[in-house]
T-cell receptor, first 113, second 113 residues
């Protein structure tokens, strides 16, 4: 059974710092991996989608990498801003589980001015 | 930009009452998902539809939950009777027939009192 784990559960950094959020998965047979942002009480906003054939994707200050062999993905946020404060969730789509997303527990990020 | 529509945004209901949530996926998206997210945790799949057919409802508490997608477009999730433990965020998502990423709605926050 696929399990997705995110470390750390919470992170607080000063504004301007570069940071990395980690996501690990137990089954390397993933179809793709997606990173989401969730503001308190809101739905999920897709940030980056990495197909299994890709190693990374970039959007603005965000860069996500995927290493299937080690079962890891990272989300890099450059020059963090207070507006980046939110919960970040990673989710893997597994070949043999009908295309459903398996989510991690999320990392709650707080960027202090 | 196309969106997944959900209603209501918030619902407060008394224990043992019936409650229903509605979702309208992005036009042309054949796959529709209902997820439940308990506070502080990642979303977990309740039911997955491919067109009007249920693909996966293994985690749906069928004694009280039901879901339908009669014409393969919009969908309704119902709980009857509601229990205190059903308090959560209910999220709807859709994806194209060929997996290319998932779009989530804003969710329905359910509080059972």
């Amino acid at each position: 059974k696929q399990e997705v784990t995110q470390i750390p559960a919470a992170l607080s950094v000063p504004e301007g710092e570069n940071l990395v959020l980690n996501c690990s998965f137990t089954d390397s047979a993933i179809y793709n991996l997606q990173w989401f942002r969730q503001d308190p009480g809101k739905g999920l906003t897709s940030l980056l989608l990495i197909q299994s054939s890709q190693r990374e994707q970039t959007s603005g200050r965000l860069n996500a990498s995927l290493d299937k062999s080690s079962g890891r993905s990272t989300l890099y946020i450059a020059a963090s801003q207070p507006g980046d404060s939110a919960t970040y969730l990673c989710a893997a789509v597994i070949y043999n589980q009908g295309g459903k997303l398996i989510f991690g527990q999320g990392t709650e990020l707080s960027v202090k001015p | 930009e196309a969106e997944v529509a959900q209603s209501p945004r918030y619902k407060i209901t008394e224990k043992s009452q019936a409650v229903a949530f509605w979702c309208d996926p992005i036009s042309g998206h054949a796959t529709l998902y209902w997820y439940r997210q308990i506070l502080g945790q990642g979303p977990e799949l309740l039911v997955q539809f491919q067109d009007e057919s249920v693909v996966d409802d293994s985690q749906l508490p069928k004694d009280r939950f039901s879901a339908e997608r009669l014409k393969g477009v919009d969908s309704t999730l119902k709980i009857q009777p509601a229990e205190l433990g059903d308090s959560a965020m209910y999220l709807c998502a859709s994806s194209p027939r060929t997996a290319g990423g998932y779009t989530f709605g804003s969710g329905t926050r359910l509080t059972v009192v």
